[in-house]
């Protein structure tokens, strides 16, 4: 079997629970190489996953290496300078959300990789959660969607600032909740939103009410104030409305009926491993598939403009100010 072979810049926690362990499992993955500048957690992730070629200096495993495509695993305000470079290499490039600090970063490596001819991909996991896409289609049966809630809440009191402060929240994390509502609606065509500042000068709570070209409506809930973490969406058609924790399970109301249907996140997608049933194997398997189908993954840079322009609007559209 033919193997596509993966270069991966980052070695930390996150990168560790989620994409190594998804692209490891594939057997028609090669990880090649790895590269971080901390040497101590650059041994444990090569001896964990037992890869041999160990870098500190990417340029030099992009030189050594003959790669298909290129993971960069890091935050945000690290990121575009590499990417670019990635890029200019005419290597396929796999990045986390936020794609970029501003609108104008994924803008410009958007454009860079059409015009290198290069497949990329942000990590939108949330598009790929197996119980998401099952009520999708079952919700999708009876008709388009014609409403959606989109629900994140997190408590980061007092401190508020992702890396110090070098991206905002809803850029940063609760993109997640404005990608997940394009993806089951479309195009926005208007926005209102208020943005608020709770015991803090950063921005932290961020609702919206949404319009869509499909003549869907979208509803925006967040703030990072509040007790929890809780993270959950509503789907509703003609006669059917799904209320999804995709933590846990999903519950299906139809034709008016008292009794749910109850579908498990661990069951629909047949694991109990998070990097499984929360959408990250199969998020990195649909990138791979594309590189060997000379395809554009779903969500590549152009795609992850539009999230990033109705980010944008959120705050443009604020009637709070």
């Not at 200019?88 to 410009?108: H, M, S």
Request: hydrophobic fraction near 40%; charge should be neutral; aromatic fraction near 12%.
């Amino acid at each position: 079997m033919e193997k596509i072979k993966i270069g991966f810049i980052g070695c930390g926690s996150f990168a560790n629970t989620v994409h190594y362990p998804s692209l490891y499992e594939m057997e028609d993955v090669e990880i090649a190489g790895i590269c971080d500048l901390d040497e101590k957690r650059l041994k444990e992730t090569g001896e964990k996953f037992k890869i041999e070629n160990r870098y500190t200096d990417y340029k030099k495993m992009f030189e050594k290496l003959d790669l298909d495509a290129v993971y960069i695993i890091m935050p945000p305000h690290h990121l575009y300078d590499i990417v670019v470079d990635a890029l200019k290499r005419n290597l396929n490039v796999f990045i986390e959300k936020p794609p970029g600090i501003t609108l104008y970063q994924i803008k410009n490596l958007a454009n860079l990789a059409v015009k290198n001819g290069c497949k990329s991909m942000v990590g939108f996991n949330r598009r790929f959660i197996p119980l998401i896409k099952k009520v999708r289609e079952i919700v999708e049966k009876n008709g388009p969607i014609i409403q959606i809630v989109s629900t994140f809440y997190k408590n980061m009191f007092p401190n508020f600032l992702y890396y110090n402060g070098a991206v905002d929240i809803l850029t940063c994390d609760a993109i997640h909740s404005v990608d997940i509502m394009r993806w089951f609606c479309g195009e926005v065509k208007n926005v209102r939103s208020i943005v608020k500042s709770y015991f803090s000068n950063t921005p932290n709570a961020f609702n919206a009410i949404m319009e869509f070209e499909s003549g869907a409506t979208g509803i925006l809930l967040t703030n990072w104030t509040v007790g929890k973490r809780i993270h959950t969406f509503e789907i509703h058609s003609k006669c059917i409305s799904a209320f999804v924790n995709p933590n846990e399970k999903a519950l299906i109301f139809r034709d008016n009926k008292e009794e749910a249907e109850i579908l498990s996140t661990q069951e629909i997608a047949q694991s109990n491993e998070f990097h499984k049933f929360y959408g990250y194997f199969f998020e990195n398997r649909h990138f791979i598939d594309c590189l060997k189908e000379n395809k554009e993954p779903e969500c590549n840079f152009s795609d992850a403009v539009k999230t990033m322009e109705l980010i944008e609007k959120i705050y443009k559209n604020n009637i709070s100010i």
